[in-house]
Structures are given as structure tokens and as C-alpha cells.
């Protein structure tokens, strides 16, 4: 992988990481506070942009959990390196 692509990969792996964040922040936030309008706002927007941040990374760059390999091309989650073998880096 080049250069650029390790910098577009771990560009987006942080995009990913950062509206994960925000779910985790903003739902504990709902568990005190859930008549909040503005904060059930919040949450669905980051909601939606968790989705496509990790779409865009699953198509791109392979599946993030094994929840997004598509199976009719075989069990592919185990073909790229994991995190932990330097597959973010």
C-alpha cells in the first residue's frame, strides 16, 4: 500500500473513530437526558455519519468487524492484516 493510501486509510479510520465517539458520548448523555431534542438530534446525525464513514471505509479498505464482510466472496475477514499486524498503519 502506498503512502497516500496508508494517509487516506488512517485519514478515514479517524473519521470512524471520532463519530464512534460521539454515539458513546452523546447516548450516555441520553441516558440522563432523554427528552432532549437537541441532543436526539445530535445523536442521529452522528448516527448517520457513523454509517457512511464506515461504509466508505468497508468499501475501500475491507470490513472493520466481521459484521461487514460480504460472504459470497468468501470469508474475507481474515485475508487483510489486523490492526494489530499493522493492518492501520
Known amino acids: 500500500m502506498t503512502n497516500r493510501n496508508n494517509h487516506e486509510r488512517e485519514k478515514l479510520m479517524q473519521s470512524v473513530r471520532e463519530a464512534a465517539f460521539a454515539l458513546i458520548d452523546i447516548g450516555l448523555y441520553l441516558d440522563a437526558h ?5 441532543a436526539l438530534d445530535y445523536y442521529n446525525k452522528y448516527q448517520q455519519i457513523n454509517k457512511e464513514v464506515r461504509r466508505e471505509y468497508e ?3 475491507g ?3 466481521s ?3 460480504d460472504a459470497c ?3 474475507t ?3 487483510d492484516p489486523w490492526p494489530w499486524e ?3 498503519n
Open 59 to 61: 468499501k475501500r479498505f
Open 86 to 88: 499493522g493492518g492501520c
Open 67 to 69: 459484521n461487514g464482510v
Open 63 to 65: 470490513p472493520l468487524t
Open 34 to 38: 432523554p427528552d432532549d431534542e437537541k
Open 73 to 75: 466472496d468468501g470469508w
Open 77 to 79: 475477514w481474515v485475508r
